[in-house]
C-alpha cells in the first residue's frame, strides 16, 4: 500500500452489541498533541508505522503490531514512516472489558490493565483488522458478538494478563440455547438474548456450547441453516426462496455457505440431484 494521500479519519458504533467505537484511520501528517480516552484503545497498524510518547518514553509500533493503552492514559501520535500510518481502532469502553474479564476469570473484582503499550502480535492484529471489518459491514447479530468476545477474549488473555477459568458444566443451559436457535433458525438472535435465556454470560454460553456441541452457538447455527437448505431444495424450492427463509442475508450468502459446507452451489446441488438443467 503506498502513502495516504491524505489524513482520513472514518469513525462508527458498535454499541448494538457493546459499548464500543470504531475507528478506520490513515495519516500522512498528522500529529496529535497529548491527549487521553476514558475507554480503552487497541489499535491494529496496517499500515507504515507510528510513533508516540506514552508514560514516559517513546514507542514505535508498525505493521502486525497493536497499539495498547488504557483509559486516562494520556499520550501523543505521529508518523515514524515515509508512507504515514493506518490503523483499525477500537475504543471499548471500561464496563464492557471489565465484564468480559469477570466472565473469563470468574473475579468480579478483575480490573484488565495493559502493561505494555506496543505488542507484536501479527495473529491478532489481522484477527482485530477482520473484527473491525466485520463489525462494519455485517448486521448478523450473533456473528458480530461471538466475534467480539472472541478477540476480545484474547486481548484480555494474551496481553492483559486475565486467566481462563474453568466453568461447571451447565448441559441444560447450553441444550435450551441450542433449541432455541434451532427453533428460531430464520431470526437474527442475538448473543446475550441465548445468554440471557440460558442464565450465562455471553463468553460463558460460547465455551459451554463449544465443550458439549463442538462448535460455538453462531458455526452450529451456521450448519444448521445449511442442513435445512439442502432439505429445501432437494424439495425443488429455488436458492432465492430458500435463503430468504432460513435466515441468509441474501441469496449469494446461501451459496458461499453452501459451497463451502457441502462442496457445491445451490444450483449445481439441484442439479445433481436432476431437479435443474
Not at 23 to 47: G, I, K, M
Not at 126 to 144: E, F, I, K, N, Y
Not at 156 to 180: F, I, K
Request: a positive charge; proline letters at 5%; aromatic letters at 8%.
Amino acid at each position: 500500500m503506498s502513502r495516504p494521500a491524505s489524513d482520513r479519519s472514518d469513525f462508527f458504533r458498535a454499541d448494538d452489541i457493546g459499548a464500543l467505537e470504531c475507528l478506520d484511520a490513515s495519516y500522512a501528517q498528522r500529529v496529535f498533541p497529548p491527549h487521553f480516552h476514558e475507554e480503552y484503545v487497541v489499535n491494529a497498524l496496517t499500515l507504515g508505522a507510528q510513533s508516540y510518547r506514552h508514560r514516559g518514553g517513546t514507542h514505535r509500533a508498525g505493521v502486525g503490531a497493536l497499539v495498547l493503552i488504557n483509559p486516562g492514559e494520556v499520550h501523543t501520535g505521529e508518523t515514524a514512516d515515509a508512507r504515514g500510518w493506518a490503523y483499525r481502532g477500537f475504543y471499548p469502553s471500561a464496563d464492557f472489558l471489565q465484564r468480559l474479564a469477570a466472565d473469563i476469570s470468574g473475579d468480579a473484582h478483575a480490573r484488565p490493565y495493559f502493561r505494555d503499550t506496543v505488542v507484536l502480535d501479527a495473529p491478532l492484529a489481522v484477527g482485530m483488522d477482520q473484527l473491525h471489518r466485520l463489525l462494519r459491514a455485517s448486521q448478523d447479530r450473533l456473528l458480530r458478538e461471538s466475534a467480539l468476545q472472541r478477540m476480545f477474549g484474547a486481548v484480555l488473555q494474551r496481553h492483559m494478563q486475565v486467566h481462563d477459568q474453568t466453568q461447571a458444566a451447565a448441559p441444560r443451559a447450553v441444550e435450551l440455547a441450542r433449541q432455541m436457535l434451532a427453533d428460531a433458525i430464520n431470526e437474527n438472535l442475538s448473543l446475550q438474548t441465548l445468554a440471557e435465556a440460558a442464565q450465562l454470560s455471553p463468553w460463558q454460553l460460547c465455551r459451554q456450547f463449544r465443550q458439549h456441541f463442538g462448535l460455538p452457538p453462531v458455526a452450529w447455527r451456521n450448519q444448521l441453516r445449511v442442513n435445512r437448505a439442502r432439505q429445501l431444495l432437494a424439495q425443488g424450492q429455488t436458492p432465492g426462496a430458500v435463503a430468504l427463509s432460513l435466515g441468509f442475508a441474501d441469496q449469494a450468502h446461501l451459496t458461499r455457505a453452501f459451497r463451502h459446507t457441502v462442496g457445491l452451489a445451490p444450483a449445481a446441488y439441484q442439479r445433481a440431484l436432476g431437479l435443474r438443467r
